[in-house]
């Protein structure tokens, strides 16, 4: 069994030296980076860096966006994929069509998706017309505070698939019995999803929950494509901050930007796993 045990680790090894080499040296050499002055003594300067990015109104504009985007588009992902995978559920065989049509956006290139959405929201393009047959003026939707729906939307399609696949492997693992005795009780399709199917997927539920909202600090590559890397106010994320700064080689401002952002995230994925812990004594 020892013997066994040597070889995993044996086997652990080179992805060990990667993490550590690519990402744990990195991460603890860029907090002594951001405590520098960046001139060629390297002085320290202690908190001197972070106290001048926090006051900075591009870091604090791209921080509030940042987080304002997620909000938007994490629920709704986790929401929406919820209740697709519970109806394609209904579906059972005939689903496997309607997932890989989902999933689809999830592969597909960024620069390949963001024609299609540049074709659709342009000024004389499918929205506009939709919106013209509803009775209602165009729109510009590429420019100014209208630029955040098309992006939140490209998001939101873009990764709804994979929370769909996560989800769905779920819901495969809850016994039909369960909905059988509930439609003898009278129970409908909304009362069986929220009553019996999402307690029963909990830890995955949760899992989604996370994933969803990690992805949805990414958006910055959707929002680049579209707005450049001087955008619109509304859609000037904490992404166009570091990499302004980085272009201007002001390394120092890049790094504790990014660290004030990874101590924002730490504490509230801390504060969701803490309210999870709590919860799930009763649970049990």
């Given at each position: 069994?020892?013997?066994?045990?040597?070889?995993?680790?044996?086997?652990?090894?080179?992805?060990?030296?990667?993490?550590?080499?690519?990402?744990?040296?990195?991460?603890?050499?860029?907090?002594?980076?951001?405590?520098?002055?960046?001139?060629?003594?390297?002085?320290?300067?202690?908190?001197?860096?972070?106290?001048?990015?926090?006051?900075?109104?591009?870091?604090?504009?791209?921080?509030?966006?940042?987080?304002?985007?997620?909000?938007?588009?994490?629920?709704?992902?986790?929401?929406?994929?919820?209740?697709?995978?519970?109806?394609?559920?209904?579906?059972?065989?005939?689903?496997?069509?309607?997932?890989?049509?989902?999933?689809?956006?999830?592969?597909?290139?960024?620069?390949?998706?963001?024609?299609?959405?540049?074709?659709?929201?342009?000024?004389?393009?499918?929205?506009?017309?939709?919106?013209?047959?509803?009775?209602?003026?165009?729109?510009?939707?590429?420019?100014?505070?209208?630029?955040?729906?098309?992006?939140?939307?490209?998001?939101?399609?873009?990764?709804?698939?994979?929370?769909?696949?996560?989800?769905?492997?779920?819901?495969?693992?809850?016994?039909?019995s369960l909905y059988e005795y509930a439609?003898?009780?009278?129970?409908?399709?909304?009362?069986?999803?929220?009553?019996?199917?999402?307690?029963?997927?909990?830890?995955?539920?949760?899992?989604?929950?996370?994933?969803?909202?990690?992805?949805?600090?990414?958006?910055?590559?959707?929002?680049?494509?579209?707005?450049?890397?001087?955008?619109?106010?509304?859609?000037?994320?904490?992404?166009?901050?570091?990499?302004?700064?980085?272009?201007?080689?002001?390394?120092?401002?890049?790094?504790?930007?990014?660290?004030?952002?990874?101590?924002?995230?730490?504490?509230?994925?801390?504060?969701?796993?803490?309210?999870?812990?709590?919860?799930?004594?009763?649970?049990?």
């Amino acid at each position: 069994m020892f013997h066994k045990k040597k070889i995993v680790y044996l086997l652990l090894l080179p992805g060990l030296a990667g993490i550590l080499a690519f990402y744990i040296v990195p991460f603890f050499g860029g907090i002594y980076y951001s405590l520098m002055d960046g001139t060629f003594e390297s002085n320290f300067v202690g908190l001197a860096n972070y106290e001048r990015v926090l006051n900075n109104k591009m870091f604090q504009l791209g921080l509030r966006n940042t987080w304002e985007l997620s909000l938007m588009c994490a629920p709704v992902i986790w929401l929406l994929a919820f209740l697709l995978s519970a109806m394609l559920k209904s579906l059972k065989d005939h689903s496997v069509m309607f997932r890989n049509v989902l999933l689809l956006p999830y592969l597909m290139p960024s620069s390949a998706m963001l024609l299609i959405w540049l074709l659709m929201f342009d000024y004389g393009g499918v929205i506009n017309r939709l919106v013209v047959q509803l009775g209602f003026e165009r729109q510009l939707w590429l420019e100014g505070d209208a630029l955040r729906f098309p992006i939140v939307l490209l998001y939101i399609w873009k990764n709804l698939g994979f929370s769909v696949v996560l989800f769905s492997s779920a819901l495969a693992a809850v016994h039909p019995s369960l909905y059988e005795y509930a439609s003898l009780e009278g129970a409908g399709w909304w009362t069986q999803a929220f009553r019996i199917t999402l307690p029963q997927i909990l830890p995955t539920a949760f899992l989604v929950f996370v994933l969803a909202w990690v992805n949805a600090f990414k958006i910055f590559k959707e929002v680049y494509f579209i707005g450049g890397a001087y955008p619109t106010e509304a859609v000037y994320t904490l992404q166009h901050y570091m990499n302004n700064k980085f272009a201007k080689l002001e390394y120092q401002d890049v790094t504790t930007a990014a660290y004030l952002f990874a101590v924002g995230v730490m504490v509230l994925f801390a504060m969701m796993y803490a309210s999870k812990a709590v919860r799930s004594p009763d649970e049990r």
